[in-house]
Structure formats: structure tokens, C-alpha cells
């Protein structure tokens, strides 16, 4: 219920579904991470999401406060031929 906006890099989007918002975050901190490390030197990077969130009840209802979500990428750097 309500608007849900994502900031990510220097865009912002405005949702009307937590799902939606929260999907897109993930779909967006993959990107960054991947082409990050593909700057950082690896072709096949693995990549963890984990998702925090923060909400409140009020009058017996669910409240979305916030929500971080954050991408590791772990991988070899590639072989120098």
C-alpha cells in the first residue's frame, strides 16, 4: 500500500509493489556488481544478494519501512595469455 521508491546509483524509480521494487533492486545491484568485477579483472564472477529489511505494525499491519539490498561478487581474475 503506498509508493515504494528505489535508489540505485544515481537513478531513481518509483514502484506501487514492494515485490516489484524489491525485484529490480536485485536485478540492479547484479548489474553493478557484475560489471564491476569483470572491471576488476574476473569473467565468471559469483554473485551473493542479501536482502534487509525493516518494518514496522501499526494496528496490526504490516509497514514497510525500508529495505537494503546488497550484491557480493567473489571470483578468479582472469589468465593472462
Not at 535508489?7 to 553493478?32: K, M, N, P, Y
Not at 519501512?65 to 557480493?72: F, L, M, P, Y
Request: hydrophobic share 50%; charged share 30%; glycine share 4%.
Amino acid at each position: 500500500e503506498g509508493l515504494f521508491r528505489l535508489a540505485s546509483g544515481e537513478t531513481v524509480r518509483d514502484f506501487l509493489d514492494e515485490a516489484a521494487a524489491i525485484a529490480a533492486a536485485e536485478a540492479d545491484v547484479r548489474a553493478i556488481v557484475a560489471e564491476r568485477a569483470r572491471d576488476a579483472g574476473t569473467d565468471s564472477a559469483e554473485i551473493d544478494v542479501a536482502t534487509e529489511f525493516r518494518v514496522s505494525t501499526v494496528e496490526a499491519q504490516r509497514m514497510f519501512i525500508e529495505a537494503h539490498v546488497v550484491a557480493v561478487a567473489s571470483g578468479r581474475p582472469r589468465i593472462a595469455v
